[in-house]
């Protein structure tokens, strides 16, 4: 299945693709990973956000991007989904991907730091995130915070 990706800002985000969004995100980390929280925390407005679409424009991934200084002093991301339809087909890998390059293109000197779920610490590792303190509960599941280093000169 061919995904085609792209990057938005909040404001230049339609209405119906904003819905489409947190649909998707509710129906991932709410309904199937039944975590309770409010999805809406006020990042969205600082965040560059991908969209993973299908050739007929059903939204299958998503991934946002935390502006430097929103929630840690580098850039973050998180809100790292595939829907059922094309899991276990490599969109996880091509989001993480996507988050590094724009990261390292918008903010070429800043390290990137995420709040991985426990058990994915070996995935993200293999994208050159290492560990950073004790894992802590982040409504009902265990998370460990991780950070990309920049590579000196870029």
């Given at each position: 299945?061919?995904?085609?990706?792209?990057?938005?800002r909040?404001?230049?985000?339609s209405?119906?693709?904003?819905?489409?969004?947190?649909?998707?995100?509710?129906?991932?980390?709410?309904?199937?990973?039944?975590?309770?929280?409010?999805?809406?925390?006020?990042?969205?407005?600082?965040?560059?956000?991908?969209?993973?679409?299908?050739?007929?424009?059903?939204?299958?991934?998503?991934?946002?991007?935390n502006?430097?200084?929103?929630?840690?002093?580098?850039?973050?991301?998180?809100?790292?989904?595939?829907?059922?339809?094309?899991?276990?087909?490599?969109?996880?890998?091509?989001?993480?991907?996507?988050?590094?390059?724009?990261?390292?293109?918008?903010?070429?000197?800043?390290?990137?730091?995420?709040?991985?779920?426990?058990h994915?610490?070996?995935?993200?590792?293999?994208?050159?995130?290492?560990?950073?303190?004790?894992?802590?509960?982040?409504?009902?599941?265990?998370?460990?915070?991780?950070?990309?280093?920049?590579?000196?000169?870029?």
């Open positions: 299945m061919e995904i085609n990706w792209s990057w938005q909040f404001n230049d985000i209405g119906e693709a904003m819905h489409e969004m947190l649909a998707l995100r509710q129906e991932v980390f709410v309904v199937e990973q039944g975590c309770l929280y409010l999805d809406a925390d006020g990042l969205d407005k600082q965040s560059w956000h991908l969209f993973g679409r299908t050739n007929d424009q059903q939204l299958v991934a998503y991934a946002r991007l502006f430097p200084n929103t929630r840690y002093p580098e850039p973050s991301f998180g809100r790292v989904l595939t829907s059922k339809a094309i899991r276990g087909m490599g969109a996880g890998r091509k989001i993480v991907a996507a988050c590094i390059q724009k990261s390292l293109r918008e903010y070429p000197n800043l390290d990137l730091q995420i709040s991985a779920q426990a994915l610490t070996e995935f993200y590792a293999e994208f050159g995130f290492t560990k950073v303190g004790d894992p802590y509960d982040d409504h009902g599941i265990e998370h460990i915070s991780m950070i990309f280093r920049v590579p000196p000169n870029g």
